[in-house]
């Protein structure tokens, strides 16, 4: 056992189990909030393209529908299941991610949109393995960490879990997808630091990735433009810039209270996609500031709340489980914020919770399953 962990058992056994009872209730409260208000923003920015495309304005919104009911059963059952059983699931979720991300990459089997093949079509449903793959590396992690506790501190016990989701990462980067590949090496490694990983480790894997960053961000040309836009993304209004400049105005136009709802103007084929990735831009420019400073409120309580239930856990794998769901959420959060606001580069990662996206959202309510499933937990395996 690490440092940390007998700081969290030491400060926290006392409390855990009024905390976790609570934990239950909050975070599905605080995720059906915020599922509601994205169903409503979906419906809000995809309608008039929706009706031009397919001649149904509600299409991306029943679409959304249908994942949020699959999305709640995998809620129940994750929520329902054990902790023993969950840590069973760690490894071979893992190898069937990593034989999804293969398939991805396969001519005949991947689905490429917009030159990227990161889609696999089982009739009408298209699932996206990287997303998922984020549940199976939370259980593995969490999984290997609990066995192995202070090997974590050696270099080599540091290192396998590492290796294994370094192909995982790979695998994503072919496709390409470099976000999200991105957001779970920093998961990854505030698990690890969590852990109890010495710090000296982890500087020098961090250090290892710049290079390969570089590599990959000016070696390819509609990454490299990105950059410069993300510098100065009015050097190409019309270009790579265009899309963080019509989340200004969205954000801009917005004031305090917004324009109202469903009264929004960028969402008008002006800003790209409002319903996926900017969909908060559109919720800021139709609900103001006011508005957007709740939702993000109810994020950074969602994730508060991971937290706490993480440190109430007498369970090692539970309280890694825990906060990996949180590291994950918040990551997702703060880029997804950062890059409407123009304070990161433009990448594909949706809000939690809020964005069009059957992957995204079944993702985000197995893991909030997973942290019901960890409050419940009461006895050490």
């Known amino acids: 056992m690490s440092w940390r962990d007998a700081q969290t058992l030491t400060l926290y056994r006392a409390d855990a189990v009024p905390a976790s009872r609570r934990g239950d209730r909050m975070v599905m409260v605080l995720a059906c909030i915020l599922i509601a208000v994205g169903i409503g923003m979906i419906y809000s920015g995809s309608a008039v393209m929706a009706q031009k495309r397919f001649g149904d304005s509600a299409y991306f919104l029943k679409r959304q529908l249908l994942w949020l009911a699959v999305g709640m059963v995998f809620l129940l059952v994750f929520a329902r299941t054990d902790l023993k059983t969950l840590r069973s699931w760690g490894v071979p979720f893992l190898l069937i991610g990593l034989v999804a991300l293969v398939a991805v990459l396969l001519p005949m089997i991947g689905v490429t949109v917009k030159g990227a093949r990161r889609w696999l079509r089982f009739g009408v449903w298209t699932i996206q393995p990287a997303e998922l793959v984020k549940i199976a590396v939370l259980l593995y992690l969490a999984h290997y960490m609990a066995k192995n506790g202070e090997r974590i501190e050696d270099f080599r016990g540091f290192m396998r879990p590492l290796l294994m989701v370094g192909l995982v ?4 980067v072919v ?16 698990l690890l630091f969590i852990g109890g990983a010495r710090l000296g480790h982890l500087s020098m894997i961090g250090l290892a990735a710049l290079p390969a960053l570089y590599l990959l961000i000016s ?72 508005g957007t400073s709740v939702i993000i409120l109810l994020l950074a309580l969602f994730v508060a709340k991971g937290f706490m239930i993480a440190l109430a856990a007498e369970d090692p794998f539970g309280r890694y489980l825990a906060f990996g769901v949180s590291f994950l ?11 409407i606001s123009g304070l990161l580069p433009t990448k594909g990662l949706p809000l939690p919770f809020l964005s069009y996206g059957g992957s995204s959202l079944v993702v985000n309510m197995i893991g909030t399953g997973m942290l ?6 009461r006895q050490p395996i």
């Open 329 to 339: 959420v918040a990551f997702h959060t703060l880029i997804n914020v950062g890059m």
């Open 219 to 290: 070696g390819v040309s509609y990454r490299r433009q990105r950059m410069l836009s993300f510098l100065d993304p009015w050097s190409d209004p019309e270009g790579s810039g265009f899309q963080v400049i019509q989340s200004f105005l969205a954000l801009g136009g917005g004031g305090a209270f917004g324009v109202g709802l469903g009264e929004g103007h960028q969402k008008l084929f002006f800003l790209p996609e409002p319903h996926t990735d900017f969909v908060l831009s559109m919720l800021g420019e139709e609900l103001g500031f006011l």
């Open 169 to 172: 990462l790979g695998l994503i």
């Open 175 to 190: 496709e390409p997808d470099l976000g999200t590949a991105a957001l779970i090496g920093l998961v990854t490694l505030s």
């Open 372 to 377: 019901i499933s960890v409050s419940r937990d």
